[in-house]
Nanobody
Framework: VQLQASGGGVVQTGDSLRLSCAVSGSTLDYYAIGWFRQVPGKEREGVSCLSSSDDNTWYGESVKGRFTISRDNAKNTGYLQMNSLKPDDTAIYYC????????????????WGQGTLVTVSS
């Protein structure tokens, strides 16, 4: 299974971005998807995840109410809609997939994309 994250960029505080995670090599239907982010010198942290079948979701406290995770199984693609962006959201964002069930933890995922950089200027 290969994942390709895209959609990052440089935006200003309050702007929006939508990240995409294109999955190949398997059918997205079977996988929970997760989004994580990392800044230099810090551990990778969970942002949001979405179950494979029943649309259960989890969001990190810092993004609740601003970010929305979704998936389009027909396109084999997951998304992270990010609104009201803040400078603290600046990070490399990674998408990940797992068949082990919904998890906000890095260890819960078997497959990772390469990351896309999001920079939010003040």
């Amino acid at each position: 299974v290969q994942l390709q994250a895209s959609g990052g960029g440089v935006v200003q505080t309050g702007d929006s971005l939508r990240l995409s995670c294109a999955v190949s090599g398997s059918t997205l239907d079977y996988y929970a998807i997760g989004w994580f982010r990392q800044v230099p010198g810090k551990e990778r942290e969970g942002v949001s995840c979405l179950s494979s079948s029943d649309d259960n979701t989890w969001y990190g406290e810092s993004v609740k109410g601003r970010f929305t995770i979704s998936r389009d199984n027909a396109k084999n693609t997951g998304y992270l809609q990010m609104n009201s962006l803040k400078p603290d959201d600046t990070a490399i964002y990674y998408c990940a997939a797992t068949r082990k069930g919904l998890s906000g933890a890095v260890a819960g995922y078997d497959y990772w994309g390469q990351g896309t950089l999001v920079t939010v200027s003040s």
